[in-house]
Structure formats: structure tokens, C-alpha cells
């Protein structure tokens, strides 16, 4: 059955949002956000008083600025830019008085990260640079107005150091060779052993960091239980104390109060996101925050005094809403929405659902279907439809409830969508996660292929008409899901997905080398024979042959993660054996695209592709493949629609 809905073009959901990722200053005087300038994302100031009168206070004209915070002095905006997608991230400064934009880590091939702000020390944050040991980041405090520049401490081994508000460093959290994790605290130079995690809590337990008392640790610690519980832990006395706990699913978001650091909210998300007040008064607030608007919210920026909230909300039939909530007026003002232009546009709604996987584990899962097929919303179409099983990535990741635009996409082009947390997916307590150890291209993908029967078997999904999508993990997936099972998919997109996990290990980048016995543990370990055998069984690459069904590759040139050899490999594999395939290279971008003209170019090729094997809705490419580096070594002939002197047309020299 053809969508009949109204088509949503594909530039209305992936351009550029209008407006994004408000945030207030610390003094309440400026609001900062992400918009557009010449086409390019960049970072707006406006008076809190007077939104009306931004201007844009940086001007990028490649990439854009994917996000910034404020330093507490109210004057600097911090925020990082790469090269092109290497992630070799530099830290800058832009002072709002002056106009000037100081790069704080001028270093070359070196990865630069936020560590630490403190309202004790509001011209300073703790940088971590891997300048001195390309594999651990030393923590440095930069003077955000001069960028003066001095050691903190050195890092000799360890994945993660903990820096309180006095700048003090305290603890750091070493992987040991099992998966484990020793957590050490620092002393007059020296570090010495304090508590160790075991390998089976070591994803589901971590340090949030120091409350007022500066002795005294909040944690999400899974010990004992199944789920991670919110814990507060006093370093002198040993004492601790459970806080909140959810048998369904990890605590894993708090409201700490900025200035003093005490505890008010904390959330647990399954299904939906849910907020619980653990201060007294704090159970108003978030009252009548339920019924501001529809959807889940998170509080993103707030003043130093607690005053003045800015409050975000998702939802999947909206845009994303951004309000200033006064606390002490108990009223709020909506500051925009990201993007005004699908404010009643024919938007699917999001149907959390609970699939059971054949060894009876529960997988949270999200469904989206064409409005026409569902009009009374029971999360069933009228007759089963062609379907795109959206896989996310990490795979120490999930999928939520709220907006999502490819979501929206696929079901307004005709398609049931299906995302599916698959065991590994964190967020589920530690028996869900620990049960993705080493089941990459085994049980994780057979929760994948127990949705499509469900789908299919629920009236939901057409049998030869599923496709798989995905990026990283995802990408993974895809090609695992066109090798292991071919005759489940009518065809797949993988974009930035290893398709050889041996090389994939051997190749990540030097500063992941803290947590290099945690992939070892869980995905399988390249530096023995066993387990060299172990990984190239699970590669897709092993199995190329294997494919019988259309495929398209997205990759990023400078990705850093899964190199471009990933996609080079099995793009060469399948040509060997005579297999089409359809490879689309961005030579500007890293891991996933993060231009958006280089984003919506891809989504052109996606629907024309799936067009193609599935028979929803195309919008014509148009103008999609303009200002572009797109470039396409094999296959361009499959993608229905695309006019063949367009191809390669931003980077001719690679044609």
C-alpha cells in the first residue's frame, strides 16, 4: 500500500534545525544557541530579556559547531571543532566581550576534552590533551580568557580521572585485563587502590562525581542487584547509602543543583523517561513541568542560583520544544521550536513496545507506522507493510522515545519502522548488557531477526519486504544481516559499519587504548589466535560472498573509528565475486555525516535505494547532491532517480 499522507521533504527534517540546543549564562543575563548562518551552524547570543536581538557570535563556514556550553564566568562559550571529522578535537573559547574566539588547545593531531567547570573557578576549566601520550589524556587548567595553560596532573594509565570543584584530582578508574575496573584514589602525588569493580558490573556502574560535601560520592552502582541503583558513597566512613533504584531499569540521569551540588531528581528510562524528586520542593517543579508541554523533558541549562531553567522537550509528533522556566514565578516562556516549518505537519507517532527474544529476554522496542495505515493509533496498520529495521549504534547505546527523523521519514515514505533494543543495549541493568558479551553476529543479531518475526508474524511487516539500517553497530548489523541471514532482508544500508572485526580492533584510535581489554572482553580479543579465529568468524567480510541482496555503504573518509577501510574491504570483496554494490564516500567526514547538505545527499540516495527494493514513497533528489563531496566509486547506477552528472560533482578530482 502506497503512502497517501502529504510528503515531507526530506530538507524539512534533515537541513539544518532553524534554531537548537538553547542555553542560559550562569548570571541569567545571555541565552546562547545553534543556528544557521550562510548555511552553517553557529552559536547566537541574545540578551534574556530580549531573544529577539541575537546575533551570531561565531562564524564557521565548513562544519558548523555541534554544541557549546557556558564557562560560569557568564563571558566565555566553550565549545570544540575537529578537522573534517578526524576527531582530533581543539578546544576553544569565544568571549562574548571582546568577540574574540581563542583556541585553548593549539596542538596539532592531539584530541582535546572537557573534563571539569567549577563556579569556584569561573575563568578556569580542566582540559584533558593526549599531547605528551597519544594514548592517555593528561588534565590540564586553562584560563578560558587567556588560555594560560597549566599541568594538573599527568595520567599514567587510566581510562577516566575525577576532578572535584577545588580542581583537586581524587580518583581515576583503570580497565584491567578481565574487564574489571580499579577505581584509585589520589594522594600528595600518589595513587593508591580504593575499590575494584568486577567485570560484570563494570558497564552498569560508574562515578557521577562529588556532592557539597566533598567527601561524598554519588554513583549508579549495579552491585548486588541487577540494575544500577543511585548510590551515595562517603569516601571517610565507607558508608553508603541507596538513593533510588528501579527493578525495570537503570537509574540514569540527575538534577544536581549548580552552585550548592545537592541531589534533587534523578530518572530511570524504559520505556519513557520518568523523573522522581529526591529534595523537598523539587516535586513541584517537576509537576508542573509534566504539564507544560507533550513529551519527555530534560533539563539542559539552568542559572547558578536555580532560578531560571531551560527546559527541552521531545516528543515523536513535535518538533523539539525549548522553554525558560522561573522557578519562582512557577511560569514558563516557549523560546522556539527547532524547527517551526513541521509544526502540523502529518507526523507518525512513536509506539514503545515490549518484544520478547526466543531465549525470553524482553527488548524494548519502538515502532513508527504511516499515519493512513494506523489512523485510530493502535500501533497495528491495516495490512502489514514494507519495513526498515532501524538498528542503533554503540552497541553500547539505545534507542529512545521522542523525536527521531528518520523515524518520522521512513513512515511519511510508507514504511513501518523498528527499532530494537537488542541485548547489549545499555540502560536494561547488567544482565541485559552482559548478555551482548561477545554475541556480535550471534544472539544480538538474533534479537534482531525475532523483531522481523514479530513484525511480520503481528501483521505489522511484509515478509520480502524488510530492509536493515544502520550506523556503526548498526552498520555492523546490516552487513551481519545480509552475510548470516540473507533471505530475512529484501536489502540494507550500512553507513560507517566494520565489516572485519580483527581490523576493526587493530585499528581503533590511540586514545581508546585505556578501555582496549573492554572490547577485548566483550566483542573478542585480536592479539591471540583463539581469538583471532573468534573474530574473523563473526566479520561479515568472512561471509561476502554470501550477499544476494542490494547494499549500500555510506562512509566517512577521516572516520576515525571504523576507517574507511571497512567499507573499502567488502566494497572489493563483493566486486570480486562479481556482487553489485552501491559505495558512497564523503571525503570530508569521520564517523557518520555531520554536514548537513553531506546528511541529506546520503538520505537522497537511502530513499531512491529503498524505493527501489521496498516501493514506498521518492522524493526526486533534486538539488540533494549540491555543495556536496559526495563521491561514488561503485554502484551509482542502482539508486533510483540519480542523474548520473551529478555524481562526484563537489569533488571532481576523485572521480
Known amino acids: 500500500m502506497k503512502s497517501t499522507a502529504p510528503l515531507i521533504p526530506r530538507k524539512q527534517l534533515f537541513s539544518n534545525p532553524e534554531r537548537n540546543a538553547a542555553m542560559i549564562s550562569p548570571d541569567g543575563r545571555y541565552l546562547v544557541w545553534q543556528a544557521p548562518l550562510d548555511g552553517v551552524m553557529n552559536i547566537w547570543l541574545a540578551p534574556s530579556d530580549d531573544p529577539g536581538a541575537a546575533r551570531p557570535i561565531t562564524h564557521d563556514t565548513h562544519r558548523g559547531i555541534q554544541s557549546c556550553h557556558w564557562a560560569y564566568n557568564s563571558r566565555a562559550v566553550l565549545y570544540t571543532q575537529d578537522k573534517n571529522g ?21 596542538i596539532s593531531g592531539v584530541s582535546a576534552m572537557f573534563t571539569q567547570l567549577s563556579e569556584r573557578h569561573p575563568n578556569c576549566v580542566v582540559i584533558g ?49 578481565d574487564g574489571a575496573i580499579q577505581w584509585n584514589q589520589y594522594d600528595q602525588g600518589n595513587w593508591h587502590p580504593l575499590e575494584r569493580i568486577p567485570a560484570e558490573d ?54 544536581i543543583q549548580p552552585s550548592t551540588r545537592t541531589l534533587q531528581a534523578a530518572a530511570v528510562e524504559y520505556e519513557r523517561l520518568d523523573w522522581m524528586p529526591l529534595a523537598p520542593g523539587i516535586e513541584h517543579d517537576l509537576a508542573f513541568l509534566k504539564t507544560l508541554c507533550n513529551g519527555d523533558y530534560t533539563i539542559t541549562s539552568r542559572t547558578l542560583d536555580d532560578q531560571q531553567w531551560i527546559v527541552t ?112 543495549s545499555n540502560g536494561f541493568g547488567k544482565a541485559f548488557i552482559n548478555a551482548g558479551d561477545r554475541e ?28 536493515i539500517m544502520g550506523g556503526s553497530y548498526g552498520g555492523y548489523a546490516t552487513l551481519a544481516g545480509l552475510t548470516l541471514t540473507p533471505e530475512v532482508f529484501a536489502g540494507g544500508v550500512d553507513i560507517v559499519g566494520p565489516s572485519n572485526l580483527i581490523t576493526l580492533l587493530e585499528s581503533i584510535p590511540p586514545y581508546w587504548a585505556p578501555i582496549f581489554n573492554m572490547f577485548a572482553n566483550r566483542v573478542g580479543d585480536p592479539r591471540t589466535e583463539s581469538g583471532r579465529a573468534f573474530l574473523k568468524e563473526r566479520s561479515p567480510l568472512t561471509y561476502a560472498h554470501r550477499i544476494c541482496k542490494p547494499l549500500l555503504i555510506g562512509q566517512g573518509a577521516n572516520d576515525p573509528r571504523v576507517k574507511q577501510q571497512e567499507a573499502d574491504q567488502i566494497v572489493a570483496a563483493m566486486k570480486t565475486q562479481g556482487i553489485p554494490v552501491t559505495y558512497a564516500l564523503y571525503p570530508d567526514e569521520g564517523h557518520g555525516f555531520v554536514r548537513p547538505e553531506n546528511n541529506l545527499s546520503f538520505n537522497a540516495l537511502v530513499e531512491g535505494f529503498l524505493g527501489t527494493i521496498l516501493g514506498g514513497l521518492v522524493e526526486p533528489i533534486g538539488t540533494d547532491l549540491h555543495d556536496t563531496s559526495l563521491h561514488i566509486p561503485e554502484g551509482a547506477e542502482n539508486i533510483q532517480g540519480l542523474d548520473p552528472s551529478l555524481i562526484n560533482a563537489g569533488y571532481p578530482e576523485n572521480t
Open 440 to 467: 556480535w553476529g550471534r544472539k544480538m543479531h538474533d534479537d534482531l531477526i525475532d523483531a522481523v518475526d514479530w513484525a511480520v508474524e503481528g501483521g505489522i511487516a511484509q515478509r520480502d519486504k524488510v530492509a
Open 313 to 424: 522537550y521531545t516528543t515523536p509528533e513535535q518538533p523539539r520544544h525549548y522553554y525558560r522556566y522561573d522557578r519562582s514565578q512557577r511560569t514558563a516562556d516557549l523560546l522556539f521550536t527547532s524547527r517551526p516549518q513541521l509544526e502540523g505537519a502529518p507526523l507518525s507517532p512513536m509506539h514503545p513496545t515490549i518484544i520478547t527474544a526466543r531465549d525470553g529476554l524482553n527488548l524494548v522496542s519502538y515502532l513508527s507506522l504511516p499515519e493512513e495505515s494506523d489512523p485510530e493509533r493502535t500501533g497495528v496498520p491495516s495490512a502489514p507493510l514494507p519495513m526498515v529495521l532501524l538498528v542503533h549504534g554503540g552497541p553500547w547505546g539505545r534507542d529512545n522515545y521522542g523525536w527521531n527523523a528518520y523515524h518520522l521519514w521512513l513512515a511519511n515514505r510508507g514504511y513501518a519502522v523498528l527499532s530494537v533494543n537488542f541485548r547489549g
Open 202 to 255: 563494570a558497564m552498569t556502574t560508574n562515578i557521577v562525581g562529588f556532592e557539597s560535601d566533598s567527601n561524598q560520592l554519588l554513583m549508579f552502582d549495579s552491585r548486588g542487584r541487577d540494575t544500577a541503583a543511585l548510590i551515595r558513597w562517603n569516601l571517610v566512613t565507607g558508608e553508603r547509602e541507596t538513593l533510588l533504584a528501579d527493578d525495570r531499569a537503570d537509574i540514569s540521569k540527575l538534577m
Open 86 to 106: 578526524d576527531e582530533n578535537w581543539h578546544a576553544y573559547a569565544l568571549d562574548i566581550e571582546t568577540g574574540d574566539s581563542r583556541d585553548l588547545t593549539p
Open 129 to 177: 590533551l593526549n599531547d605528551r601520550d597519544e594514548s592517555h589524556h593528561d588534565l590540564y587548567v586553562i584560563d578560558v580568557l587567556t588560555a594560560e595553560c597549566t599541568l594538573l596532573v599527568e595520567n599514567p594509565r587510566f581510562q577516566t580521572i575525577i576532578v572535584d570543584r577545588d580542581f583537586q584530582v581524587r580518583l581515576a578508574g583503570e580497565v584491567e585485563a
